[in-house]
């Protein structure tokens, strides 16, 4: 094992030459999207430059592009260990996919039926579900964040859990906390309710391997915005389960997955883009270990963004005014993603970021859609939260000037 390319990683990504008042920008925007490796934009512009057509055609330019979507539905099924590149869906974001299973799933549901969804979600995984029950008479119970860990607890929703559930909605990872969910005990106690589970890895996605097989979960989105691609949402959905629902569609479309799924004109150019920072992430795991293996690559960054969050945290400790929500532990780290959201005393979340971005510093500041979650911890009118989220091009240096800069608001 090769130690961490983080030097070659970050000569991919132009915009890491940003500066700002002479300084080096440091990006620690993340979980609100990631910056691209030069290969995503060679592959979006050679896109438009040599194969820009729709599908169906007789010409070069239109089977190329067939070929194309065919090609990163495979590379996307290993990236999420599908069964099946059929069992990938491409479609706008996350959140739109989203509401697109939500209607089709909701058609399913009975009055009196449940649906389980958390506080600690962003709000993309609780509200289509949410409008989908109102539809139907269904009933919409919250699995609670606690608020002493900022995570989810097993026990709070085998409470839940009754032979009404239909659906337990839950993300792998909170976008503004950083707290990973053992998401594969979640499906073990919902089937044996009888429930589906449908998972939100948009934030988790970049930070490790996602087994959509190992978590043994119903449904999974995520989006390639997230992990170093362009706009663009994924959703994988058991190839049995995609097949019998009945999704919304105009009429010639195919009546079988994936087609009956993705409606209208795809972005070709964003799926192009896709399978580049796929490539770039294999390259990774090439540099690493020798094998050019998707989830190694995610194993190997995992590793490498723990020493971050763990160097964050350790030099958080002496800062007395800033306050971390959820885990602070350092040593903790390997069960979390390196994204950090805190409060300095004294100073709005709004004024932190406004200082650090000054400082040539990129962070969030406010509640990033997890509403609920702002909202339970009593800081919704008090500014949120400032998030600073760390990713495989961040380095030690930039977490050592992350430090200083916040010692001196
Ligand atoms: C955890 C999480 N879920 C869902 C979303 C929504 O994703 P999209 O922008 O692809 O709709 C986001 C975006 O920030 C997110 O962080």
Redesign the pocket.
Known sequence: MHAFPTEWARAQFPALQLAIEGQPAIFLDG???TQVPEPVIKAVCDYYRKNNSNLGGKFITSQNTAELVQRARVQLAEFLNARAPEEIIFG???????FSLSRALGRTWRPGDEVIVTSL?????ITPWRLAAGERGTVVRTWEVDLETCTLELADLQRLLSPRTRLVAV??????IGSVIDVASVCRLAHGSGAQVFV?????APHGPIDVQGLDCDYL???A??FFGP???VLWGRSQLMEQLESYKVRPAPGCAPGKWETGTQNFEAIAGVQAALAYLREVGYRTSGQAILHDAMNVIREHETHLGQAFLEGVRSQHRIEIYGSADPEACGARTPTFAFRVHGVTPAEVAEKLARAGIFVWSGH???VDLVDRLGLAKDGGLVRAGFVHYNTLEEVERTLDALARI
């Open positions: 979980p609100g999207g706008a974001n996350m959140t739109t996919l989203t979600d962003h709000d993309a995984n993300t792998l990872a909170s976008n503004a939100d890895a948009v934030h988790f989105a995520c989006s915005y997230k706009h663009l949402g990033f859609y997890a």
